[in-house]
């Protein structure tokens, strides 16, 4: 095993964590909507927050890197961004990926109201205290070759006066092997950057770390761009045996 995505739950388990370590898993997606027990009581029907702690403290404990997952209902947790924010920055020594997600209309959300990217963008960017604009302008010249469900920012912080703080920052976007040879281009100028900030922080001989920020609005029948779902990291076993792009597979859930 090398990583899986989870709810937690069962992590909290010392000895069934240790086993998972044991058997070489290194990574993994943790769900955590937000720090309040009546947030998680609406979203999972269940009052998991002490839990959900003993798990991430138990990762800690064993050096297994966490990507946190926090999946957002408009009126319900919204809030609950910043403090999940906060916890990144105070855990960077295994946590190194936050994924803000938006609910999607299917299951127990059947009813509700998505949160457009643009919208998480806005709630990232009070957040992270970057303006709104600026990072739309940095994102803009890229949107025609990276997937429009998926938006990324890069932090580059370092600490001072005992707190981290944002050195510098980059929109991202995944490498992918059908990009034409322009756009690999661009990500090369991209890496560079990485390396050059990285550098900066070596000279300066302080404390310094990175934090990948994923948003992610899942597509409908109503917004899906077929040529696009080809092209999904994430895959969906069916019932028989079908492989299809995750993003191709929730659609066709809802039918």
């Given at each position: ?46 009052r ?56 999607v ?57 005992k ?11 995944r ?21 050059m900030?990285?550098?900066q ?55």
């Open positions: 095993i090398s990583s899986i995505a989870t709810n937690g739950v069962r992590l909290s388990d010392w000895r069934y964590a240790q086993k998972l370590k044991e058997a070489g898993l290194k990574t993994i997606v943790f769900s955590l909507n937000g720090f309040d027990d009546e947030v998680f009581n609406k979203i999972e029907k269940d998991l927050l002490a839990t959900k702690l003993k798990a991430l403290e138990n990762l800690k404990k064993l050096g297994i890197k966490v990507h946190i997952s926090i999946i957002l209902l408009k009126g319900v947790n919204e809030k609950e961004l910043y403090k999940v924010y906060q916890y990144c920055l105070d855990n960077l020594d295994f946590i190194n990926n936050l994924r803000i997600r938006s609910a209309a299917v299951g127990n959300f059947i009813k509700i109201d998505s949160l457009y990217v643009s919208e998480i963008i806005t709630l990232v960017s009070e957040i992270i205290g970057i303006d709104r604009k600026k990072i739309i302008d940095d994102f803009e010249r890229r949107i025609n070759y990276s997937p429009s469900f998926l938006f990324s920012i890069m932090l580059y912080l370092i600490e001072k006066n707190k981290m703080q944002i050195m510098d920052w980059d929109t991202n976007v490498r992918d092997v059908h990009l034409s040879w322009i756009k690999k281009t661009i990500f090369s100028q991209k890496y560079y950057k990485d390396k900030v990285k550098k922080l070596k000279k300066n001989g302080e404390k310094n770390s990175k934090l990948w920020i994923d948003i992610i609005s899942w597509p409908t029948k109503y917004n899906l761009d077929i040529e696009e779902a080809k092209y999904s990291i994430l895959h969906h076993l069916t019932e028989y045996n079908r492989i299809l792009p995750f993003n191709y597979a929730l659609v066709e859930n809802e039918k």
